[in-house]
């Protein structure tokens, strides 16, 4: 029902909360008790000055009768039915069960954000203890200085004759290994109480990198003429690149992005997204240039000339992830292996031959993603050497929402998929894997 004929029900419904006759309300805006009626059963429109005397004598602002729910809160109400798949006739009514409950509209769609929100934590959270290195470097130095102390202390209690000098170092060992353990616990706990955060506790020197390129939103335009040393400098002082490690891959990445930005500059890309339609191989032909370079390009200046900026994942050979420009709706895992349906993957085994597939991204959202992946060998062509690949995918996000032929996941430990052939363990939120 649209929103313009229910401000008769909205009327009654703020009628009966107030605890107000349909009599009493018409006498004080002065009209009849059949024409309020009418009003109050979606007969008879009602507008103008009518309805600021009806929304003054209940207390509430115009707006919340003839406008009803916020657009808002009835998307997440529609986002909730869609998502539960058991309310389909419902869906049109959402505009009405608001304008009639909005407490419990409200509560179910408060609800719903929180499931989501309790979702993507216990992702982040399954894929930090599951995979993180830090956590399992950390755990190992603790058994070992834990069997340490335990050897140690063995040998005090079963040795019954011990020379001074022998007993004195044994007591020095366990009062060191003992300090190790105490500061390698602490470090620990406090890692795992900042482990509820997304952006916390960065470990691994392409976080970092990550960190980095996002707060630059991967533009680096005043490092465009920059030579080596200028290009070093810039790296050192960024507060992101904690260690030598992180400050080489940095590095790395810049001189990439700098070149790329040397090959198709912003002035040529801008002309082909006039019209907010993404075309990578289109580009690639028209500016002549490589379409991982137009894959890349459009994930670093999609923030400035599109209306939705644009992800991107890279990979090596070996499938490991190596580099990511996240985009919402579309997780892309830390430290456990992505799903292994990506066309990011696909390409791999298809190396030059340019991909396009639209996928939906399983979860609660559902939403729709064009992906285009590429993938190119790394340096030049030699006789007799089996070139090295490194594969692009550019995820561009769908206004619609809904089901596509391809349903891809996050990782297997928290995609919803109940049959899937390129499951590699249990998921946490799939019901019957």
């Given at each position: 029902m649209p929103q313009q004929t229910l401000v008769g029900t909205r009327i009654r419904e703020r009628?009966?909360?107030?605890?107000?006759?349909?009599?009493?309300?018409?006498?004080?805006?002065?009209?009849?008790?059949?024409y309020l009626n009418l009003i109050e059963h979606n007969r008879r429109r009602i507008g103008g000055k009518l309805l600021v005397d009806i929304a003054q004598a209940l207390d509430v602002e115009p707006s919340l009768l003839s406008e009803g729910a916020e657009a808002a809160l009835l998307s997440t109400l529609r986002e909730a039915s869609a998502e539960a798949n058991k309310a389909e006739p419902e869906m049109k009514r959402a505009d009405e069960f608001a304008g009639r409950f909005p407490g419990w509209a409200s509560?179910?769609?408060?609800?719903?954000?929180?499931?989501?929100?309790?979702?993507?934590?216990?992702?982040?959270?399954?894929?930090?203890?599951?995979?993180?290195?830090?956590?399992?470097?950390?755990?190992?130095?603790?058994?070992?200085?834990?069997?340490?102390?335990?050897?140690?202390?063995?040998?005090?209690?079963?040795?019954?004759?011990?020379?001074?000098?022998?007993?004195?170092?044994?007591?020095?060992?366990?009062?060191?290994?003992?300090?190790?353990?105490?500061?390698?616990?602490?470090?620990?706990?406090?890692?795992?109480?900042?482990?509820?955060?997304?952006?916390?506790?960065?470990t691994l020197p392409l976080e970092e990198v990550e960190a980095m390129l996002n707060a630059h939103g991967f533009r680096f335009d005043a490092l465009g003429q920059a030579d080596a040393a200028e290009l070093r400098a810039f790296v050192d002082c960024q507060e992101f690149l904690t260690t030598s490690d992180a400050r080489d891959m940095a590095l790395t990445v810049l001189r990439q992005l700098r070149a790329d930005a040397r090959m198709l500059p912003i002035e040529q890309i801008r002309p082909h997204l006039e019209d907010r339609t993404v075309d990578p191989a289109a580009i690639g032909t028209a500016c002549g240039v490589p379409l991982s370079v137009v894959l890349r390009r459009l994930a670093a200046v999609s923030d400035e000339l599109l209306p939705m900026p644009l992800g991107l994942v890279m990979c090596d050979g070996a499938g490991t992830l190596m580099l990511r420009k996240p985009v919402e709706g579309f997780a892309i895992p830390?430290?456990?292996?992505?799903?292994?349906?990506?066309?990011?993957?696909?390409?791999?085994?298809?190396?030059?031959?340019?991909?396009?597939?639209?996928?939906?991204?399983?979860?609660?959202?559902?939403?729709?993603?064009?992906?285009?992946?590429?993938?190119?060998?790394?340096?030049?062509?030699?006789?007799?050497?089996?070139?090295?690949?490194?594969?692009?995918?550019?995820?561009?996000?769908?206004?619609?929402?809904?089901v596509s032929e391809a349903e891809v996941g996050s990782t297997c430990r928290v995609c919803s998929m109940e049959v899937c052939d390129g499951r590699r363990e249990p998921s946490l939120l799939a019901v019957g894997v």
């Open positions: 009628r009966i909360m107030s605890e107000m006759r349909q009599a009493e309300l018409a006498r004080q805006v002065g009209i009849s008790g059949s509560l179910i769609a408060e609800q719903h954000q929180r499931l989501r929100s309790l979702e993507h934590t216990a992702a982040t959270l399954t894929d930090r203890l599951t995979h993180d290195p830090h956590l399992a470097t950390s755990v190992h130095e603790m058994l070992t200085t834990v069997t340490a102390i335990r050897s140690t202390a063995g040998i005090l209690v079963d040795t019954k004759e011990i020379e001074p000098e022998w007993r004195n170092r044994f007591h020095r060992n366990l009062n060191e290994d003992s300090q190790r353990l105490a500061e390698g616990a602490e470090q620990l706990v406090s890692y795992l109480d900042d482990a509820g955060d997304a952006g916390a506790g960065m830390r430290f456990s292996g992505a799903c292994p349906k990506w066309p990011l993957f696909q390409a791999l085994s298809r190396p030059m031959q340019p991909l396009r597939q639209t996928v939906t991204v399983t979860g609660r959202d559902a939403r729709r993603f064009d992906c285009y992946a590429i993938t190119e060998p790394v340096g030049a062509i030699q006789v007799n050497v089996a070139p090295l690949y490194h594969s692009y995918m550019l995820i561009v996000p769908r206004d619609e929402s809904g």
